[in-house]
T-cell receptor, first 109, second 118 residues
Framework: RKEVEQDPGPFNVPEGATVAFNCTYS??????FFWYRQDCRKEPKLLMS???SGNEDGRFTAQLNRASQYISLLIRDSKLSDSATYLC??????????FGKGTTLSVSS | DAGVIQSPRHEVTEMGQEVTLRCKPI?????LFWYRQTMMRGLELLIY????????DSGMPEDRFSAKMPNASFSTLKIQPSEPRDSAVYFC????????????????FGAGTRLSVL
């Protein structure tokens, strides 16, 4: 079983749609969780951290379910500029980050 | 700050040749990471350094790969001899520290080196 698994997509949605990505991780000792965004042929950049209580940043909402070892990212009112690959990232204390392969989102007008 | 700088941006070489990738981390950052990204395997950590010292090189695929960090502002990843299966995008990233408040510091990535081995 891979350490971090994501549905690769692609998710094709119209502008204004709400879309949700899911991610599961295998190591129950994982302590920190993140979503990174990677545009086509660009480097990954931190989108947001994921906290146990759930957190929101504008149109983006991240949630964590430790019991199910599951992380989600919800994007509301999708924009064309949201088109990218979204990488789920986890780590245990004292170790390096582990990246999922990413979920590709394509928003069309 | 200019961010993490990698060179070259693109490298095309023939099988058996030596390839050297270069990275300049963000000034003041104590951690430097080398990653490889392919469609099949995604983003994989190869090695990381703390204060110029290699901490974990368990991700280095084989002896053909080596990495050095002679000083705080420069690191190299060398492949000798290169093989077609080494074709990938190689990213360098740096972070200010390792863990702050129980969570890893943000890693800032360079633009990557796209390597093609023919």
């Amino acid at each position: 079983r891979k350490e971090v698994e994501q549905d690769p997509g692609p998710f094709n949605v119209p502008e204004g749609a709400t879309v949700a990505f899911n991610c599961t991780y295998s190591n129950s000792a994982s302590q920190s969780f993140f979503w990174y965004r990677q545009d086509c042929r660009k480097e990954p950049k931190l989108l947001m951290s994921v906290y146990s209580s759930g957190n929101e940043d504008g149109r983006f909402t991240a949630q964590l379910n430790r019991a199910s070892q599951y992380i989600s990212l919800l994007i509301r009112d999708s924009k064309l500029s949201d088109s990218a690959t979204y990488l789920c990232v986890v780590n245990q204390a004292g170790t390096a980050l582990i990246f999922g392969k990413g979920t590709t989102l394509s928003v069309s007008s | 700050d200019a961010g993490v700088i990698q060179s070259p941006r693109h490298e095309v070489t023939e099988m058996g040749q030596e390839v050297t990738l270069r990275c300049k981390p963000i000034s003041g950052h104590d951690y430097l990471f080398w990653y490889r990204q392919t469609m099949m395997r995604g983003l994989e950590l190869l090695i990381y350094f703390n204060n110029n010292v290699p901490i974990d090189d368990s991700g280095m695929p084989e002896d053909r790969f080596s990495a050095k960090m002679p000083n705080a502002s420069f690191s190299t990843l060398k492949i000798q001899p290169s093989e077609p299966r080494d074709s990938a995008v190689y990213f360098c990233a740096s972070s200010l520290g390792a863990w702050t408040g129980g969570a890893p510091d943000i890693q800032y990535f360079g633009a990557g080196t796209r390597l093609s081995v023919l």
